[in-house]
């Protein structure tokens, strides 16, 4: 597994970016999702930024094989909070009902140590679309980009970022 593209060491990745570090906070746990945020990963990465996202640059599966729950939880928790702490931004995928929770408790970690939180929206779970967050994780962020189309809230992020850094 190769982590140098969040790290000082060399990477020949054409992906990896040499601007600020980000970590991609939100759900990977089907294919639509893990599709949407490798698009939305690689417009932060085309614009210079260095992106973690676990589903991609996290523990292979293989690595994980034959472990127990209590060493699972250490492995995970201990590997994303600390490129949490690393990063300079995280970058929320705020879809579904409810945030992922997983992505809440990495939002929690970066707002604790000052990093500078941005989000996105691609639904709507509720009747009143201004409020369909909770305060709390809105609070956390400096931006929200919200498009319940996909395809054009990439354009919007492009947009936005050949303009304005994260």
Same mark, same amino acid.
């Given at each position: 597994m190769n982590y140098s593209k969040f790290t000082n060491e060399t990477n020949t990745s054409s992906n990896a970016g040499e601007g600020k570090k980000v970590y991609f906070a939100g759900p990977l746990f089907n294919q639509a999702e893990k599709d949407f945020n490798l698009k939305v990963a690689k417009v932060l990465e085309d614009n210079g930024y260095q992106v973690f996202l676990p589903q991609r640059d996290g523990f292979e599966e293989v690595k994980l094989e034959d472990k127990?729950?209590?060493?699972?939880?250490? /492995?995970i928790f201990s590997l994303d909070s600390g490129k949490v702490k690393?990063?300079?931004?995280?970058? /929320?995928?705020?879809?579904?009902?409810?945030?992922?929770?997983g992505a809440c408790v990495e939002l929690g970690i970066?707002?604790?140590n000052n990093k500078r939180c941005y989000g996105f929206k691609t639904d709507t779970c509720s009747f009143q679309p201004k409020l369909d967050l909770n305060l709390m994780i809105s609070g956390c962020m400096l931006k929200i980009f919200k498009n319940y189309d996909g395809d054009e809230l990439i354009k919007e992020l492009e947009q936005y970022l050949s303009n304005n850094e994260l």
């Amino acid at each position: 597994m190769n982590y140098s593209k969040f790290t000082n060491e060399t990477n020949t990745s054409s992906n990896a970016g040499e601007g600020k570090k980000v970590y991609f906070a939100g759900p990977l746990f089907n294919q639509a999702e893990k599709d949407f945020n490798l698009k939305v990963a690689k417009v932060l990465e085309d614009n210079g930024y260095q992106v973690f996202l676990p589903q991609r640059d996290g523990f292979e599966e293989v690595k994980l094989e034959d472990k127990s729950e209590e060493e699972l939880i250490k /492995m995970i928790f201990s590997l994303d909070s600390g490129k949490v702490k690393e990063s300079d931004i995280l970058f /929320m995928n705020l879809d579904g009902r409810v945030p992922d929770d997983g992505a809440c408790v990495e939002l929690g970690i970066a707002y604790a140590n000052n990093k500078r939180c941005y989000g996105f929206k691609t639904d709507t779970c509720s009747f009143q679309p201004k409020l369909d967050l909770n305060l709390m994780i809105s609070g956390c962020m400096l931006k929200i980009f919200k498009n319940y189309d996909g395809d054009e809230l990439i354009k919007e992020l492009e947009q936005y970022l050949s303009n304005n850094e994260l």
